[in-house]
């Protein structure tokens, strides 16, 4: 890739699983600068909820790095509480959520609680966050994660976030009536879920399909019409350099 970074990349890709007049909870990260992007572009009636109480209804005058930075607060349409913004999403108010993780699956369950090292150890990680209810509990879930072999495993150590699981109606059995994953967006390329499983649908400019089946711990598939990742346009990456001026998160 030349001219922008895989970051970069993926928060364009990510920005436009968007749509105008969605209600996202945007999460950290690279999920902010796709909401932002979303919002300067295509989507400006999209409403941004976020995990401390934040409700936004237009993009921060000022970079942000987290959710909590006062650029995120300022001009917000109303500042609440953790228990509001979670009763939003659990009344089914909102389209659209982001998640990342240390692992995800062919299935799209991700991990964020403990990962098995080679040698039989536990590596503890940060834990679910909101990760588990937004993935139980929004219309469409986005899971965003740099592409590697240890992290594109064939089934997530544990789960943290419950995707589409190992059989067809396997979230009706866990009583989850709406979600899942809709798309997992990598450092090199979009899959998609049309049959509960992850089927790539589209790879970054200049990956090439071996690179990617090299870098997934599942038998890699593709969907029929396999496409390239449009690139970002000058606006796109002039708004997301903006709002990430040292390349705090897409370096």
């Known amino acids: 890739m030349s001219g922008y970074t895989s970051g970069e990349i993926m928060v364009t890709a990510a920005a436009r699983q968007i749509s105008d007049g969605d209600v996202v909870f945007v999460g950290m990260r690279l999920p902010l600068l796709a909401f932002m992007l979303a919002k300067q572009t295509h989507a400006p009636n999209a409403l941004g909820l976020f995990e401390n109480g934040v409700l936004r209804d237009r993009p921060a005058a000022a970079p942000i790095i987290t959710m909590g930075d006062a650029p995120n607060q300022a001009g917000a349409l109303c500042l609440r509480g953790l228990d509001e913004v979670m009763s939003l999403l659990s009344g089914g108010r909102v389209d659209l959520g982001f998640i990342g993780g240390a692992q995800v699956d062919q299935w799209g369950n991700v991990n964020t609680h403990r990962a098995i090292k080679p040698d039989g150890g536990v590596v503890r990680l940060p834990g679910s966050g909101g990760g588990a209810d937004i993935a139980c509990l929004a219309h469409r879930l986005l899971i965003i994660m740099n592409h590697e072999r240890r992290r594109l495993v064939p089934q997530v150590d544990y789960i943290t976030s419950p995707g589409w699981g190992p059989h067809p109606g396997w979230r009706g059995e866990q009583g989850l009536t709406r979600g899942g994953p809709a ?22 400019p ?46």
């Open 183 to 204: 798309a997992l967006i990598t450092s090199l390329g979009v899959f998609t879920f049309p049959q509960g499983r992850a089927e790539l649908a589209a790879l970054h």
């Open 206 to 251: 200049g990956v090439s399909l071996e690179q990617a089946a090299q870098a997934t711990g599942w038998e890699l598939t593709c969907l029929p019409d396999l496409e390239t990742t449009p690139e970002p346009t000058a606006e796109e990456l002039e708004i997301i350099r903006r709002f990430d001026p040292k390349r705090f998160w897409t370096a």
